[in-house]
C-alpha cells in the first residue's frame, strides 16, 4: 500500500530549489518566506548554507535579507560563516550602505576569537565611514568586540573618543551605549562633548535618549555640587514663629548670618543648567522610557522647588499598558516618600481601578498610603473600605496592612481604624481575619493598656482562626500583656496544651513562650501545665521546638545545675518592647537610580554603576570648553594661507585678504574657491575700480573684443615655443598675464583650482617674479581658461589646460597659426565642472600615448582566426561600473567565419558581463573592432568565457592589469589633500625607489604612470611631487597616487586607497613602469 503516499521530501527542500535558482526572483521570494519563518519563531538555521551562498547576490533587496538572516544565525553556526568572511569583508566595502553596516553586523556576531583583527579593523573603517547609519553599526559592534575579547579595550576606546566626536544624532546614542559597556569610568572622553551631548538630545533617536541622559545623570552627580545643599538652613529659615519678640527675631537673624557666613550660596552651574533645560521638553516624549528617563534626571540632580514638574508626565504614563505602569508605580512610589508634595494634587490618579491586575493595584496602594496626611485621610480611608469588599484576597491583605501603616503615621485616625479592624474579625473570610490580627497586634503595641478588652477579644479566636501566622500573633499578645487578662491567658494556654502536636511550628514556638510568661506571672495556675507543654516539645520532630523547649526549662525552672540566669527570667521574657514602626518597603530603595533594573528588583543587578554621590567641593567647569575659537584660527588660517593669500594681482590684497576670512568658520572648497574673487574685491578699492572699467569695455560692443581676441591669439602662438622651452615657469608665466590682462578680464577670472594651486606654494617668490618676467612669458592654458563666459563662473571647480598640458604626447602635433587652442576644445571645455556625474574621462583618452595591446586567441590556437584586445580607458556607453575593452577579431582563412559571439561567461561571484553583438559574417582576410564590457568587481580576477564560431567553440579569458580598473578623477590640491587626509594608516602604502636616468624628466614620470594605470593628474605647487588621482570603476573608492622626487634620483610612492589590495598590487606596477 505505499503507493498511496507520496515520496517523503526533505525538509524546506523547495527552499533550497528557490535559493538555488538563477533568478532573483524566487531568491527574494524564498528569502521573505524564511524571514518570515524566524519571525513566527520557527527554526529555519538547517538553510545556512544554502541562504550563505547567496550573501555575494547582485540584487540589492535579495543581500538585505540575507544580512538578516545571518545576523540572526550567524553565531550558531560559526564554521559556516566563518567560510564566507571574505564576502562579508567584500560588504564592508559595498556602495550601498545598508550592505555595508549589514556586513559588519553579521560580522560581529560571528563569536570567534580568531577574526578578532578582523573585527576591529572593521570596526575603525567604519567608524570612519560617510554614512551616519554604518558609524552607527560600529558602535554597536563595539560592545559585542569587547565582550569577545576585554584586550582591545584601549583600541576600542580610541574608537569611542572619535565617535564621540561624531556631530550627526544618528551615532549619538549608540556610541554612549558602548562607552557605558566598554569603559564608563573614562568620564574625561565626555568633557569635550558635554555640552553637544545636551543641545543634540532633542533630536536622537528615543532609545539613544535614555542611554545618553542616564550617562549624563551620573556625569552630573560628579561634575556639580548639590543644588539642594543649604535646603536645611533654607528651612529653618522659613519656619520662623509668627509671633515672636523683637529679642529673638534679633537673635535669630544673628544665628542665620553665622551660619550663611559659614556656607557659600549655591549658585548652579550653567552646564548643569543647560542639561536641566534641555531635558524638560522631552517630558513629553511619546515614548514612556524616555519621561522616566528625564523624570528620575529631575529627582536626582534638580532643586527641590523644580522636582514637581515630572509629576504631571509621570501621572499620564498611568493610562499607558500595564507593565509599563508597573515600572512608573515602582519609581512613583520611592518618589512619593520623600516629595510626597509632588504628587498630592494627583490623588485620585492613584484610585485603584476594578480592572487593573492585582501587582498594580498593590503599588497604588503603596502610593496611596504613603499620600496620605491628616487632610486626606478620612478620603483615602473610605477608599480603603470599598477595597475591602474585593474579590482579590491578596489585594484585600495589602490594604489591611495600609490600614494599618495610616494607623501608624497618623495619630489622630489611629483609634479609628483600630475599630475598623476589631470588626474585621467578625469577616467570614479567614484571611482577612487573620491579616487584621496580624496588623491589630502591631497597633496595640503602641497602647496596650487601653485596648485590655480587644485583647480578650482576640483570645476568643482561637478556637476558629487556623491561619498559623493569625494564631501565632494572638497568642503571643496574651503571652505579652497577660497581666491585663489573667483569667483568660491560663485557659488559652490549656486549650492550646491540648491541640500542641497538631500546630505548625511557629504556633508551638509562641504556645512555649506564653507558658514560660504565665510561669513567671501566674505559675500557681500554670505550673502543671508549662511542664507538660515542655515535656511535649522535649520530644517534638523539629530540633528548633527542642532547643527552645531545653533552653526555657533551664532559664525559668530552678534546679541545682542553672546558673545566676534563672534569677533575671522576668526581666528577659517581660521586658518592654519596641512598639514596631510599619515602614514603607520603598524606603531605601531610592539609593538605586531610579528606573532602573536594580531598583525594580531592589538588588543590584550585573551591570549596574552606582549613583555617585555629590561633590564636596565643584571640579574644573573649564574642563568642558571647546576651545573653537583657537582651533578655527590655527586650521582655518593655514587653509586660508593656501586658498586667498595668494593676491590676484597685489601684494596689498593678499595681505587682507586672510585677515578678513581666518576668524570665520572652514566652508567647504567649492564655497571658498567661488567666493574668493569677491572676498578679494571687497578689500581694495582699486580692485572695484578695475571691474567698473572691465564692464564698461564689455558694454562697447563686439568688435572691440574680437579684435583684443586676436591679438592674444597671435601672442600666445609666440608665447607657446618659449613655453615648450623653459617648462619650469608656469607659475610666474600665468601670474604675469593675469597682471597683464586682469582689467579686461576681471568678469571671466574664475580662477581654477590648477592655477590656483601654483600659486600656492609659491607665494612670495611668485609675487617678486611677476614684477620681473617680461610681458612675452606668458602661458597660454590660463587665457583660454579666462576665455570662459560668464554662464561658467557658478561653478568653482573647473578644468584648466594647465591640468591637460601634463598629458599631451611627446611628439607636438602640428596646429593651426591661427591658435593653439582649437576653438572646439574650447568649448568643450566651457563650464566643465569637476563633478562624478561629468568627469568625462573620454576628453583624455587619445592623450594617454600608444594603447598596449594584448593577445586573446593566437592564430594558431584559433584555426586562422586572431583575437586581439586592449582597454579602450573610454567609459563603457551601456553600464559605467564595467570596464571598457575593444576587441579586434582577424580572419586568417581561406573561408568565411559565421556567427562571432561571446557564450558560457564562467565568472567569479559579483562580476558581470557585456557581450558585443553577434558579428554575422566575416570575410576572409577582414578585421572586425567590437567593444564589450566587464564589471570586474574591483578584482584582478580573470573573466573567462567562450568564444564562438558557428562551428567551433575557443576558450578564453581576459585579466586585467590593477591600472585598468580606475577611472581617471580632477581635482584641486586642497581637495586631494582633504581626501588624502582621510586616507592614513592601514589604507596607505609607501614605498622608496629609484628612477633610472631616462625616467627623471617630469614629461617621463608623468608618461610612465599614466601608462601603468589609468589616473588624472592633480595640480600642484611644488616642482619635485606628482599627484594623480582615480577612482575605483565598480566601486567608485578613490585611488590617491603621490611621487615625490628627490636628489639622485630616489623618489617616495605613496598610494592611499581604502582598497588595500588594489594598492598594494597597483603600487607594483607603478615601480615596475618607472624602472623601465
Avoid at 558602535?139 to 584601549?154: G, R, W
Avoid at 559574417?921 to 558557428?950: E, K, W, Y
Amino acid at each position: 500500500m505505499g503507493f498511496f503516499f507520496p515520496p517523503v521530501r526533505c525538509r524546506h527542500d523547495d527552499l533550497k530549489e528557490m535559493l538555488d535558482s538563477n533568478k532573483d526572483s524566487l531568491k527574494l521570494e524564498a528569502m521573505k518566506r524564511i524571514v518570515a519563518m524566524i519571525a513566527r519563531g520557527k527554526n529555519a538555521s538547517d538553510l545556512f548554507p544554502a541562504v550563505v551562498k547567496n550573501v555575494a547576490c547582485k540584487n540589492i533587496e535579495v543581500k538585505k535579507l540575507v544580512y538578516v538572516y545571518l545576523v540572526r544565525y550567524a553565531e550558531e553556526q560559526q564554521d559556516l560563516a566563518l567560510l564566507s568572511i571574505s564576502t562579508f569583508q567584500r560588504g564592508l566595502k559595498d556602495p550601498n550602505q545598508l550592505i555595508r553596516a549589514s556586513a559588519l553586523r553579521v560580522l560581529s556576531s560571528i563569536r570567534v576569537p580568531i577574526i578578532v583583527p578582523i573585527m576591529m579593523l572593521a570596526i575603525k573603517e567604519a567608524a570612519s565611514d560617510m554614512s551616519p547609519y554604518v558609524r552607527k553599526t560600529a558602535a554597536h559592534a563595539i560592545p559585542k568586540l569587547y565582550s569577545l575579547d576585554s584586550d582591545q579595550k584601549d583600541q576600542l576606546i580610541e574608537v569611542i573618543e572619535k565617535l564621540l566626536a561624531d556631530k550627526t544624532t544618528l551615532v549619538a546614542g549608540s556610541v554612549v551605549m558602548a562607552f557605558e559597556e566598554v569603559c564608563p569610568e573614562r568620564i574625561d572622553l565626555i568633557h569635550k562633548n558635554y555640552r553637544k551631548l545636551c543641545n543634540l538630545l532633542i533630536d536622537v533617536e528615543e532609545w539613544g535618549q535614555v542611554v545618553i541622559i542616564n550617562m549624563l545623570t551620573r556625569y552630573a552627580r560628579t561634575q556639580f555640587l548639590s543644588p539642594n545643599q543649604n535646603e536645611s538652613l533654607l528651612e529653618e529659615s522659613a519656619e520662623k514663629a509668627f509671633y515672636g519678640s523683637e529679642e529673638e527675631d534679633a537673635k535669630d537673624a544673628k544665628v542665620e548670618a553665622a551660619s550663611l557666613a559659614k556656607r557659600k550660596p549655591y549658585v548652579m552651574d550653567p552646564d548643569h543648567r543647560l542639561l536641566l533645560r534641555n531635558t524638560k521638553p522631552l517630558l513629553q516624549s511619546r515614548n514612556a522610557a524616555v519621561v522616566m528617563a528625564v523624570a528620575q534626571l529631575y529627582f536626582h540632580l534638580a532643586p527641590k522647588a523644580e522636582v514637581g514638574v515630572i509629576a504631571k508626565a509621570l501621572v499620564r504614563l498611568l493610562r499607558s499598558h500595564s507593565e509599563v505602569q508597573y515600572v512608573v508605580l515602582q519609581n512613583v512610589a520611592t518618589m512619593s516618600i520623600k516629595r510626597r508634595g509632588m504628587f498630592e494634587p494627583y490623588l485620585k490618579s492613584f484610585y485603584i481601578r476594578s480592572t487593573d491586575p492585582t501587582q498594580i493595584k498593590i503599588l497604588k496602594l503603596e502610593v496611596l498610603t504613603n499620600l496620605a496626611n491628616e487632610t486626606n485621610i478620612s478620603t483615602i480611608l473610605r477608599e480603603f473600605q470599598t477595597y475591602i469588599r474585593s474579590m482579590d484576597k491578596d489585594f484585600v491583605a495589602a490594604t489591611i496592612q495600609a490600614i494599618g501603616r495610616c494607623a501608624t503615621n497618623i495619630g489622630k485616625v489611629r483609634d479609628t481604624c483600630l475599630n475598623g479592624l476589631v470588626q474585621l474579625l467578625s469577616n467570614r473570610d479567614e484571611l482577612v481575619v487573620a491579616e487584621s490580627v496580624v496588623v491589630i497586634k502591631k497597633l496595640l503595641q503602641m497602647q496596650p493598656a487601653q485596648h485590655s478588652e480587644i485583647i480578650k477579644h482576640m483570645a476568643k479566636l482561637t478556637d476558629n482562626i487556623q491561619v498559623p501566622m493569625a494564631r501565632a500573633s494572638i497568642l503571643w499578645l496574651i503571652g505579652e500583656y497577660c497581666e491585663h487578662v489573667p483569667k483568660i491567658a491560663p485557659d488559652v494556654l490549656r486549650k492550646m496544651a491540648k491541640s500542641f502536636t497538631n500546630e505548625e511550628d511557629i504556633v508551638k514556638l509562641q504556645v512555649i513562650n506564653l507558658a514560660a510568661k504565665l510561669y513567671l506571672t501566674n505559675s500557681k495556675q500554670s505550673k502543671l501545665l508549662t511542664q507538660y507543654v515542655l515535656n511535649l516539645a522535649k520530644y517534638d520532630q523539629n530540633y528548633d521546638i527542642r532547643d527552645r523547649a531545653r533552653f526555657i526549662r533551664q532559664l525559668i525552672v530552678p534546679t541545682e545545675k542553672s546558673g545566676a540566669l534563672n534569677k533575671y527570667a522576668k526581666k528577659l521574657f517581660l521586658a518592654q518592647k519596641p512598639a514596631p514602626i510599619l515602614e514603607s518597603s520603598f524606603k531605601d530603595r531610592d539609593h538605586f537610580q531610579l528606573g532602573s533594573l536594580s531598583h525594580l528588583l531592589n538588588a543590584k543587578a550585573v551591570g549596574y554603576q552606582e549613583l555617585p554621590d555629590w561633590p564636596d567641593e565643584a571640579p574644573d567647569p573649564s574642563v568642558r570648553n571647546v576651545e573653537v575659537p583657537e582651533w578655527t584660527k590655527c586650521t582655518s588660517r593655514e587653509k586660508r594661507k593656501e586658498k586667498v593669500e595668494k593676491p590676484f594681482y597685489s601684494d596689498s590684497e593678499g595681505e587682507s585678504g586672510p585677515t578678513e576670512s581666518a576668524d570665520s568658520e572652514p566652508e567647504s572648497v567649492s564655497e571658498e574657491s567661488s567666493s574668493s574673487s569677491s572676498s578679494g574685491s571687497s578689500s581694495s578699492g582699486s580692485e572695484e575700480e578695475e571691474e567698473e572699467e572691465e564692464e564698461e569695455e564689455e558694454g562697447s560692443g563686439e568688435q572691440s573684443e574680437k579684435e583684443e581676441e586676436e591679438e592674444k591669439r597671435t601672442k600666445r602662438k609666440e608665447k607657446e615655443s618659449s613655453r615648450q622651452a623653459a617648462p619650469g615657469s608656469v607659475g610666474s608665466e600665468e601670474e604675469k598675464e593675469e597682471e597683464e590682462d586682469g582689467t579686461k578680464e576681471a568678469k571671466k577670472k574664475k580662477v581654477s583650482q590648477g592655477r590656483k594651486s601654483c600659486a600656492e606654494t609659491s607665494s612670495e617668490e611668485a609675487s617678486a617674479s611677476e614684477s620681473s618676467s617680461s610681458g612675452s612669458d606668458s602661458g597660454s592654458k590660463v587665457e583660454a581658461k579666462r576665455r570662459k563666459p560668464p554662464t561658467s563662473r557658478a561653478g568653482p571647480k573647473e578644468i584648466s589646460l594647465l591640468d591637460l598640458d601634463d598629458f599631451t604626447p611627446p611628439p607636438p602635433q602640428p596646429v593651426p597659426s591661427s591658435s593653439i587652442v582649437s576653438t572646439s576644445l574650447v568649448t568643450d571645455l566651457e563650464g566643465l565642472m569637476l563633478t562624478d556625474t561629468s568627469l568625462a574621462p573620454a576628453l583624455l583618452s587619445p592623450a594617454f600615448g600608444a594603447v598596449r595591446t594584448y593577445e586573446l586567441l593566437h592564430r594558431m590556437a584559433g584555426e586562422g582566426l586572431s583575437v586581439e584586445y586592449c582597454f579602450s580607458r573610454r567609459p563603457f556607453p551601456g553600464d559605467p561600473h564595467m570596464v571598457a575593452i575593444q576587441i579586434q577579431i582577424s580572419n586568417n582563412t581561406d573561408a568565411e567565419v559565421k556567427s562571432l559571439r561571446v557564450s558560457e561567461p564562467k565568472l567569479l561571484s559579483g562580476m558581470r558581463i557585456q557581450e558585443f553583438p553577434e558579428i554575422e559574417r566575416l570575410v576572409p582576410g577582414d578585421t572586425a573592432s567590437v567593444v564589450m564590457g566587464i564589471d570586474f568587481c574591483d578584482s584582478t580576477q580573470a573573466a573567462n568565457f567562450q568564444l564562438c564560431t558557428h562551428t567551433r567553440h575557443f576558450y578564453v579569458s581576459i585579466q586585467p592589469p590593477v591600472g585598468e580598473l580606475m577611472a581617471p578623477v580632477f581635482m584641486s590640491e586642497n581637495e586631494f589633500k582633504k581626501e588624502q587626509g582621510k586616507l592614513t594608516g592601514m589604507s596607505e602604502i609607501t614605498e622608496k625607489l629609484t628612477l633610472p636616468e631616462k625616467c627623471r624628466s617630469d614629461h617621463a614620470i608623468v608618461q610612465q604612470m599614466t601608462s601603468a594605470a589609468n589616473v588624472g593628474r592633480v595640480p600642484c605647487g611644488a616642482d619635485n611631487e606628482y599627484r594623480f588621482a582615480a577612482k575605483t570603476v565598480t566601486s567608485g573608492s578613490l585611488v590617491l597616487i603621490t611621487l615625490e622626487r628627490r636628489e639622485g634620483g630616489v623618489a617616495q610612492l605613496t598610494v592611499n586607497s581604502e582598497k588595500m589590495v588594489i594598492g598594494t598590487m597597483l603600487v607594483k606596477d607603478i615601480i615596475q613602469a618607472l624602472a623601465q
